[in-house]
């Protein structure tokens, strides 16, 4: 009784009794659901577009954000140095189209995984050459991000927002938004539409999936920079970072593989969860379920709706 009491009430008796430190937590999920969402829609963006499932996405967030800083070590202006990293996540993304994705062609899916392994690895090692394996800070001042907190008094208790989630929440919510309207409204967006229905389909009407796959790339490249640049700033620069992207699995089991909104969804929906999960039942199972309860709300949902709350269900006549 003790138990199920512990369990069912308590956690929502303090909820009632101190609105303030729920707000707190809300707030400090949802920050963390969006950037979530950010490492998600890198994933969808590719899924859609060849079908492959990019496990690069979390190396690729690490490489752009020690490319900026690294560039910006060496003597390079911050804003420089930003230019320069998105002109180097572009050489990327015609890299890969060049080198892996075209000679790969009508391959199986799980060569294709497993070519997103070996690029990888050869970022983590081209990485370590070039800006070494030490942790570095992200450049938060030189890129002119705010500091501090504002600190509101609400729902009688004091609620403190740090200005860089302020800025991080805004600005991923913008990109967001951005590139659904970008991929829903323009040319290009129909067309990667058109390639993720029917890769021959779209050739026949002179799509190029060449160029698709470029752009594809290279706005998940985009995407990955922004999101290094803010998860970097919250602590350092470093290798473990990638380890943050595969929270973008839970996020994508939710919202489904194939959906922008999905991603949106899914990413506050996990940041939120864990959030409340760590600060009201952790306690009780000894704290540190940060770590691992996203992919415990990601196993359960696949028991109710395996295809995620946006993805399309595959019905196959045998």
């Not at 138990?3 to 609105?19: C, E, K, N, T, Y």
């Not at 189209?97 to 060569?111: A, C, G, K, S, T």
């Not at 620069?237 to 943050?244: D, N, T, Y």
């Not at 409340?276 to 199972?285: H, K, N, Q, S, T």
Request: proline content about 3%; glycine content about 12%.
């Amino acid at each position: 009784m003790d138990l199920l009491h512990a369990v069912f009430v308590d956690p929502f008796a303090q909820m009632i009794r101190s609105p303030d430190l729920l707000a707190q937590t809300i707030w400090e999920g949802f920050v963390g659901g969006v950037l979530y969402s950010l490492i998600a829609l890198g994933f969808v963006l590719i899924f859609k577009a060849s079908g492959v499932f990019n496990f690069a996405q979390g190396i690729m967030m690490v490489f752009a954000a020690l490319t900026l800083v690294g560039l910006h070590e060496k003597g390079v202006p911050a804003w420089i140095a930003l230019i320069l990293t998105i002109a180097v996540m572009y050489a990327l993304a015609v890299g890969i189209e060049r080198l892996v994705l075209r000679p790969l062609v009508n391959q199986p899916d799980i060569i294709l995984l497993m070519a997103t392994f070996g690029i990888t690895y050869f970022l983590i090692g081209f990485g370590e050459l070039v800006f070494g394996g030490n942790p570095k800070s992200m450049i938060t001042k030189e890129l002119f991000l705010p500091s501090g907190s504002i600190d509101l008094h609400v729902l009688g208790g004091r609620v403190q927002l740090q200005k860089l989630d302020i800025a991080a929440a805004a600005i991923a919510l913008i990109m967001v938004a951005g590139l659904a309207l970008f991929f829903q409204k323009t040319r290009i967006g129909r067309a990667l539409r058109a390639v993720a229905d029917d890769h021959q389909a779209a050739l026949s009407v002179g799509i190029s999936l060449n160029q698709i796959w470029v752009i594809v790339w290279f706005t998940a490249g985009v995407v990955a920079l922004a999101t290094g640049i803010f998860w970097g700033a919250r602590s350092d620069v470093s290798f473990a970072l990638q380890v943050v992207a595969l929270k973008a699995l839970p996020v994508l089991i939710l919202g489904g593989l194939t959906s922008v909104p999905g991603a949106i969804v899914g990413g506050l929906i996990i940041g939120i969860g864990e959030k409340l999960g760590e600060f009201y039942w952790g306690p009780l199972l000894g704290g540190g379920i940060e770590s691992w309860l996203a992919y415990v709300i990601a196993l359960a949902f696949l028991l109710f709706r395996p295809q995620g709350l946006f993805g399309e269900k595959i019905i196959e006549r045998i």
